[in-house]
Every structure is written in structure tokens, then in C-alpha cells.
């Protein structure tokens, strides 16, 4: 399954609301299979095109059903900072996107989020770490704008 096919398949389960712990299991599905493998990231060649896939989806419609597939597409957007950063000619167009969006009072918080990930530096030099996909709770977590 590719990672626009993912993407749809969380796009229409965020429109139901009593399927949440399906919905945080596809996007730790999502993250497993595209983004972390066996504790690096994996794909650090596609990040463009995640984040393009993600900006489709965000811009796709604005009725009540669809703001709600918006916030969960700013969640993964928000997890997916935290491990890839957009190429230095998208990072600028996608940073002002995200500006106008940070209005929005639903993904502010989502946003300013975004903001420190893309500062925060991803490779720590002469340091092993590994990096997991995330957990359900860290999932919830940042949906539910809670602390872990």
C-alpha cells in the first residue's frame, strides 16, 4: 500500500468519530511502514513528497466533516515533523502555509508544534539514538492536546 493510499484510508476513518483507536492504529501503521524502520528513518529521500500528500489532503474541503479529516491530517503533519524536515526549496512555502493555518484555533497547537520540530535538529551527531514510530499514547496525546 502506498503512503497516499494510507492517508486516504486515515482521511475517512477521522470522519468517524467513534473509530479513534482504529484511526491512531493506521497512523502508527502509516509511520512503520514509510517513515521509521528498525530505528532509523527510512525514507528520508520522499519527505517532500509526504508532505505534499498531507498538503493535499489539508486543502481538499472545509465542511464540518472534512475540518475534523484536517486536524488528523495536522497530526500526522505534527508526528511527521518530528522526523523529517521538507527540502530547503519547500521548507519556505510550506512554512507560510502553515502560518496562514496557525489562525485556525483547531490547529494552532498543531502548528506552533510543527514550528519548534522543524527547528529542532534531527541528527544527533556522535550520538546513537534510535527512533521509534509513535506510540498510541503519543498519539492520543497530541490529538487530545494532553501531556504524556
Not at 35 to 50: C, H, N, R
Not at 72 to 86: A, E, H, Q, V
Not at 97 to 111: G, I, T, Y
Request: hydrophobic share 40%.
Amino acid at each position: 500500500m502506498k503512503f497516499n493510499d494510507h492517508l486516504h484510508k486515515i482521511h475517512a476513518l477521522s470522519m468517524i468519530q467513534s473509530h479513534y483507536s482504529r484511526l491512531y492504529r493506521q497512523i502508527q501503521t502509516l509511520f512503520e511502514e514509510f517513515v521509521i524502520k528498525k530505528g532509523v528513518v527510512a525514507s528520508p529521500g520522499l519527505a517532500d513528497e509526504f508532505y505534499l500528500q498531507i498538503y493535499k489532503k489539508c486543502n481538499y474541503g472545509q465542511q464540518k466533516e472534512e475540518r475534523e479529516a484536517i486536524k488528523i491530517m495536522f497530526l500526522i503533519l505534527t508526528l511527521l515533523s518530528s522526523y523529517l524536515d521538507p527540502s530547503e526549496n519547500l521548507k519556505p512555502l510550506y512554512m507560510s502555509w502553515l502560518e496562514r493555518k496557525a489562525s485556525d484555533k483547531q490547529l494552532k497547537r498543531f502548528v506552533e508544534t510543527i514550528f519548534v520540530n522543524f527547528k529542532t535538529n534531527k541528527m544527533a551527531e556522535g550520538k546513537l539514538f534510535i527512533n521509534w514510530p509513535p506510540c498510541l499514547m503519543h498519539i492520543e496525546a497530541l490529538e487530545k492536546h494532553k501531556p504524556l
